[in-house]
């Protein structure tokens, strides 16, 4: 994807101005806590995301790149605040720069401002993993299984995956429910024709015999045969004009909707109290009843989410991938009450398919009184059959199955009052009728049987269309999920693989045997790892802390390589190591070094003997390393090893600006001189509150390296080595000549160096110090690589050493 | 991972098409919720599953 060349960050988080050239090589920054490292890393990250991981998530709720992007004392001004990186593009051999400014997050310059380089940025700007943080580790270790595989799932990008299993999966439940329903229409729409046509059983030679004995009245050719299109109406006179009342058959509606209403309580009582029961349960406990509320809530969230706005509360979040992880948090701690409102589904969709053939022969009545001109009947039943269909449709949602508690409790079907003497009465009307010629009513029941055959027949098509589509929902959801299982099985494999590979580099030293399981299941990903070959535990269960942040990195480090492959070409680590002893990182600087050759890591680190090891084992160099000693709210970091220091004195000097290049060249001087301590083994008079200035470490360093020279010298007269011996006298005379030069400004050093009065010089004075510094700190690093000479091994050290090992004088004489 | 997304988007198309099941229009339109970069939604599917062949004239 990128890597960096370079970047500048203004008025960022706790940065004032700060360059720095990565030149595309891993980069480590170390500094004490509070010295605006991780601000590096955040500015970073913003270049290239538009956000700030540390700002978003978890307890963040209140802040916000806008408010909190911009320096503390650049609030009011977020224009000034930006980050610019000049990177590299791989993929495209091509290079680019990228400018963010916080006022506007989302419209990132970019130059040149090519397609193909504005798309690769705008995939780099989906990949926030690309920072890792110690936060972060525990979410991958130490976090229960349903979590943890949220959480992989989530750096994975496996949420687009989730979701389709998941429509699929709820398409597939829906299409169980619509076919209950449709069987239920098919089953009441039979029954209506058969009413229609006097039937008690119903096969096909039934029906040509009931219609047959009807056409044989009206003289019309019997039917042979009942096809998807055979009218049995077919040649019956103004059959569209034909009333359509059938006195048997209205009798027989009359019947059946008694029968419904005898065998409608027995029939429903199991759903209703399987409701009443589960709403009794949400209403005994205010938790469960909240999260119940809240879940439907969150899930119809869930469903309008379109975009790092929340549909229910309007907030803005870093991305839409937050936003849905907050929204899902919440579900998963309701899953008891995802249960109950699973029983409330299933019961209310039962009771829903009982209503189905009430409503259908409601609707005959309905016709039957209005042909009749039974108003008050008609609008009794009307009503009533207006009542149940809502009642069918608010049992399609949970949510409106609650409020329905009271109504459950008592006559949830609402009757009409007096419906037993009401329905008696019209029995008794129909009966009083008389009855139609035997043409009429064999045109009656032609003409309207063909209506019911039409119902039977569209509801029939239905259920076919529907168990079809039932068919199809639950192969396709089946296909998806064998498929989905197989290839996250494979993955899972590769990332275990790699995972224990890295880890057992790390600690091969005790744990080269290492193995890793990491198991998926529904919704879960069980992850165990060995413990010194005695079985598979939790990462928590024995190993130590410093462990569980190896297994952090190393499993982050895998899922990487697989999310990203050739193109992990970035990565920044945000003090992710920092419980790991000093023998496994540098172990770990190994692993980055050999495995991820092509990867730029920006490693940000307060332990100065990482930082160290990270140069020893060549992950980086002096070059591709900054150190930050402190930090104010004024200055932001104060960089240490900057290499462009005399550049910048010199600058402050020609600019009259004497005091800021005297704190400049003081702080350097302060920092190198206690680098060098450390590296060659002075032996300064020890400060228990180890604040070493200039006074306390310069002369021992001096003192000791004029040692060290000596006896480098020494040694090669004892082995002949002649260019050896040069080397060291040539860098003794030039140590020694350098600090003459000093001494020439000893009186102005003194005062630098005791009481710090540089700022009060004149140029005139001050430049010839600073000249002498100069001088003296050349004679002490390397003219080719220009990192500090160092002892080495420390302790008893066998020889005087630079980064690049140009400069390497053995220590040891020959034995006599 | 967006390559993941797509192989198993890609295995599940052939899938369906050599399932004498699915129409090549339901395949397509499959395709199509697959590929828009937009979050699946359940009656998406479900409306492919359920539409009528355009050669059923019903």
């Known amino acids: ?816 | 991972m967006p390559n993941l997304q797509k192989k198993i988007s890609e295995q599940f198309l052939d899938a369906l098409r050599k399932d004498n099941g699915f129409r090549e229009d339901q395949i397509e339109q499959i395709d199509q919720i697959l590929t828009s970069g937009k979050k699946p939604k359940p009656d998406e599917f479900w409306q492919i599953f359920c539409a009528p062949s355009e050669d059923d004239a019903l």
């Open chain 1, 1 to 816: 994807m990128i890597r960096i060349e370079s970047l500048h960050i203004q008025e960022f988080r706790g940065i004032r101005n700060l360059k720095m050239t990565l030149g595309q090589k891993p980069f480590s920054i170390c500094g004490p806590n509070g010295s605006g490292k991780s601000g590096v890393i955040d500015a970073i990250e913003f270049a290239l995301t538009g956000k700030v991981s540390r700002l978003s998530g978890q307890g963040t709720k209140e802040l916000s790149v806008s408010e909190h992007g911009p320096h503390v004392d650049m609030v009011k001004f977020p224009d000034v605040a930006q980050v610019s990186l000049n990177l590299f593009l791989p993929q495209l051999n091509k290079s680019a720069t990228i400018t963010r400014m916080v006022s506007a997050a989302k419209k990132p310059k970019i130059t040149p401002n090519d397609p193909d380089i504005v798309a690769l940025l705008s995939e780099v700007e989906e990949h926030p993993e690309i920072t890792l943080a110690r936060r972060d580790i525990l979410r991958f270790i130490l976090v229960e299984p349903t979590k943890r595989s949220e959480e992989i799932q989530a750096i994975l990008n496996l949420e687009e995956i989730g979701q389709t299993r998941s429509a699929l999966k709820t398409a597939s439940n829906k299409a169980v429910r619509e076919a209950k329903q449709a069987a239920a229409q098919v089953s009441s729409a039979r029954d209506a024709l058969q009413r229609q046509l006097g039937l008690s059983s119903f096969t096909v030679a039934d029906v040509l015999a009931a219609v047959n004995s009807k056409r044989k009245i009206l003289e019309l050719p019997a039917l042979e045969e009942l096809k998807k299109d055979t009218k049995i109406d077919d040649g019956v006179k103004g059959a569209e004009n034909t009333a359509t009342f059938n006195k048997a058959a209205a009798l027989q509606s009359v019947q059946a909707l008694s029968k419904t209403l005898d065998a409608l309580d027995g029939a429903t009582r199991e759903h209703i109290e399987a409701i009443l029961t589960e709403i009794s349960k949400l209403e005994a406990d205010v938790q469960l009843l909240q999260a119940f509320q809240r879940r439907s809530l969150v899930e119809q969230g869930l469903e309008l989410i379109d975009g790092p706005e929340c549909p229910l509360c309007d907030h803005t979040w870093p991305d839409e991938l937050h936003l849905v992880q907050h929204l899902k948090g919440k579900i998963d701690k309701s899953k008891d009450a995802e249960a109950i409102q699973k029983k409330i589904q299933d019961a209310a969709s039962a009771l829903s398919v009982h209503l189905v053939p009430l409503l259908d022969v409601l609707r005959e009545i309905v016709k039957i009184a209005k042909a009749e001109n039974l108003s008050e009947l008609e609008e009794s039943f009307l009503g009533w059959g207006k009542n149940l269909s809502e009642l069918s449709r608010k049992l399609e949602s949970v949510d409106q199955v609650l409020p329905l508690k009271e109504r459950f409790q008592n006559d949830w079907s609402e009757q009409p009052n007096d419906i037993e003497s009401k329905l008696r009465d019209l029995r008794v009307h129909l009966e009083g009728k008389p009855d139609p010629s035997a043409k009429i009513e064999a045109q009656t029941v032609l003409t309207s049987g063909q209506v019911r055959l039409d119902d039977y027949r569209k509801a029939q098509r239905n259920n076919e269309t529907i168990k079809q589509a039932q068919s199809l929902a639950t192969k396709a959801y089946d296909l998806y999920c064998e498929i989905m299982e197989k290839e996250l099985e494979a993955l899972y494999n590769d990332v275990q693989a790699d995972f224990s590979s890295y880890y057992s580099q790390i600690n091969a030293d005790d744990e080269g045997a290492f193995t890793a399981k990491l198991a998926p299941s529904e919704g879960r990903l069980d992850f165990n790892v060995n413990f010194y070959g005695r079985g598979l535990f939790p990462p928590g269960a024995y190993h130590s802390e410093g462990h569980q942040d190896g297994m952090g990195v190393c499993l982050y480090l895998a899922l990487m390589k697989r999310l990203l492959g050739a193109n992990f070409t970035l990565a920044l680590l945000d003090d992710v190591v920092m419980s790991v002893d000093a023998g496994h990182r540098r172990e770990f600087c190994e692993l980055l070094k050999t495995q991820f050759p092509n990867t730029q890591f920006v490693i940000a680190t307060h332990d100065k003997l990482w930082a160290e090891q990270m140069k020893t084992t060549k992950l980086v160099t002096s070059k591709t390393s900054l150190m930050f000693r402190s930090w104010s709210v004024e200055t932001g970091p104060v960089v240490e090893s900057n290499l462009e220091i005399w550049n910048e004195v010199e600058r402050d000097i020609e600019q009259g600006r004497i005091e800021t290049a005297a704190h400049s060249l003081r702080r350097h001087l302060e920092f190198v001189s206690s680098q060098l301590a450390q590296g060659l083994g002075a032996r300064p008079v020890f400060r228990a509150d180890g604040a070493y200035d200039l006074g306390n470490l310069l002369p021992p360093v001096l003192g000791r390296m004029k040692e060290l020279l000596g006896k480098a010298a020494a040694a090669a007269q004892s082995w002949g080595n002649q260019e050896a011996k040069s080397t060291a006298s040539e860098r003794k005379q030039l140590l020694s000549r350098a600090n003459s030069a000093k001494g020439d400004e000893e009186w102005l050093m003194n005062k630098a160096v005791h009481f710090n009065e540089w700022a009060n010089l004149e140029r005139a004075d001050f430049e010839p110090v600073v000249a002498a510094f100069k001088q003296l700190f050349e004679a002490l690093q390397c003219d080719a690589c220009h990192s500090w000479l160092y002892a080495s091994p420390a302790g008893k050290p066998e020889a005087l050493r630079c980064q690049c090992g140009k400069l390497n004088l053995s220590l040891n004489e020959k034995m006599k």
